[in-house]
């Protein structure tokens, strides 16, 4: 009988040689359809604030409550959804959170005053602090080792084009209702995505990582094998990936607590990535919630700016699907350094600038790389941490950028508009995008062409060849 160890890894490395199959496929829809719903939600503040600036008669502050209220419930939220994903699964807390978000969001047009609307946003907000992370979590564990980032590019790229879709709903709520009922029609839609809680309830499967975490090695098998099937492949059940059998072997007995989150080598790692995925947030949170109010101040038409805030996001529908390609054949680092700094351009440029032709070339290069950033952005948080924290490390990543990037920078935003202008902001953003990228293009870990529990360990690449020169002589016990 093979000794538990040793069938885990012979599993693992099962699963991380599979080719796309319909059930994987099927995965990968469920969970955009996931982020398709966070989307919406998260998208509708910047279409709600520009309809509202002049039907409540809303101040700079205001406006700055209203475009942090949503993300002030993210990141309370994203506090216990790390401890849970570790602790009861991750696809738990994704139906959780899609339930809690959908109905409070569809709350919001029931609303007649302010504080009642900065109220239902922060409590929805924190249901999405549950969803947001968990697909690069989810899919990090589930794909094949080379496609990693080429997978979770595809899903990101819908997440977001889907972006567009607010706006969409925004552009046409204008022209179809009187201004003292258009800005609820994005709330009252956004209770559509509790539907979604059956499929994902019935056909999403919970990590394979997780599971064998919890020693429920039965399901994982089950769910090998009919991948297996699908892809026409062999059961085979001496295939070992000896290198990832190592790392899993010295992690065997080890306890996860939020301390060894802030030990060597997961706080020098949970820095730097958190550095840049603050900046990656910066840039989209002034655009996705003040995006709309800053091109109407550049004398476009309210509806205009919604809709064009929209096709940025589905340009960087495009740039995300491209950069998870590319990112699978080059590496992360190259591939975050060319589109922070492309991006950085971009809005030197949009500030810079207000020639038509050349702000065109602004708003490409700020939304294809800009804000086309985020799979390999998140996706090298998730590769950072092996399975007993991965969740717990992804989430306060989230939470640490989220808080500089969504809360503290956008309360500061309509202020600092009526101050110095947008030209001044865009400036500020690509300084800043070039600074917070600087530590993981100096110090960053190359992660992609292997495994996640090779990407995870807090052992050495010299360490592991020990490791694994040991097993290979049978010097050290295979059993828990």
Request: charged share 15%; with cysteine.
């Amino acid at each position: 009988m093979k000794q538990p160890l040793i069938e885990d890894e012979n599993l693992l490395a099962r699963l991380d040689r599979m080719p796309m199959t319909r059930t994987i496929f099927g995965i990968i829809v469920l969970l955009s359809l996931v982020w398709l719903a966070e989307a919406f939600d998260i998208g509708i503040v910047g279409t709600v604030i520009t309809m509202l600036k002049h039907t409540w008669h809303l101040n700079a502050s205001q406006m700055g409550l209203l475009g942090i209220s949503g993300t002030l419930g993210v990141v309370v939220g994203l506090i216990p959804a790390g401890f849970l994903a570790d602790k009861i699964g991750r696809k738990r807390v994704i139906l959780w959170g899609i339930i809690a978000f959908s109905v409070l969001t569809c709350l919001g047009a029931f609303v007649s005053n302010f504080p009642e609307l900065l109220a239902v946003r922060f409590l929805a907000g924190i249901g999405g602090g549950a969803v947001l992370p968990m697909p690069y979590l989810f899919l990090s564990e589930f794909v094949h080792t080379e496609r990693r980032a080429t997978m979770v590019g595809y899903a990101n790229g819908i997440l977001t084009a889907a972006y567009l879709v607010p706006n969409l709903v925004g552009a046409w709520a204008i022209h179809a209702f009187a201004a003292a009922i258009s800005w609820r029609i994005p709330f009252l839609l956004g209770g559509i995505p509790l539907i979604m809680s059956v499929p994902l309830a019935i056909w999403l499967p919970e990590s394979p990582r997780f599971l064998l975490k919890r020693e429920r090695r039965a399901e994982v098998r089950k769910l090998v094998e009919k991948l297996e099937t699908q892809a026409g492949l062999p059961h085979d059940q001496t295939l070992v990936n000896k290198r990832a059998l190592a790392v899993i072997h010295k992690g065997v007995n080890d306890t996860p607590t939020l301390r060894s989150l802030l030990r060597a080598p997961y706080l020098k790692r949970g820095l730097i990535t958190a550095s840049q995925l603050t900046g990656a947030l910066v840039l989209f949170y002034i655009l996705l919630v003040f995006g709309p109010t800053i091109l109407v101040s550049r004398g476009i038409g309210t509806d205009n700016a919604i809709l064009l805030t929209g096709l940025m996001m589905g340009v960087a529908g495009i740039g995300s699907i491209i950069q998870g390609y590319l990112s699978d054949h080059f590496g992360r680092r190259i591939v975050l350094t060319v589109y922070f700094l492309l991006a950085a351009i971009g809005c030197g440029i949009f500030g810079l600038f207000s020639s038509p032709a050349i702000v065109l070339l602004a708003g490409f290069l700020t939304s294809f790389f800009g804000l086309g950033v985020f799979p390999v952005s998140k996706l090298s948080v998730a590769e950072q941490y092996p399975t007993r924290l991965r969740g717990k490390g992804v989430y306060y990543n989230e939470w640490t950028a989220r808080v500089i990037s969504g809360v503290l920078t956008i309360y500061f935003i309509p202020a600092m508009l009526s101050w110095w202008g947008n030209q001044v902001i865009f400036e500020g953003i690509a300084i800043a995008l070039l600074v917070l990228a600087l530590p993981i293009v100096l110090w960053g870990r190359e992660t992609a062409h292997i495994s996640v529990e090779e990407a995870g360990t807090d052992l050495s690449f010299e360490a592991i060849n020990s490791q694994v020169d040991l097993l290979e002589r049978g010097t050290v016990n295979m059993t828990r």
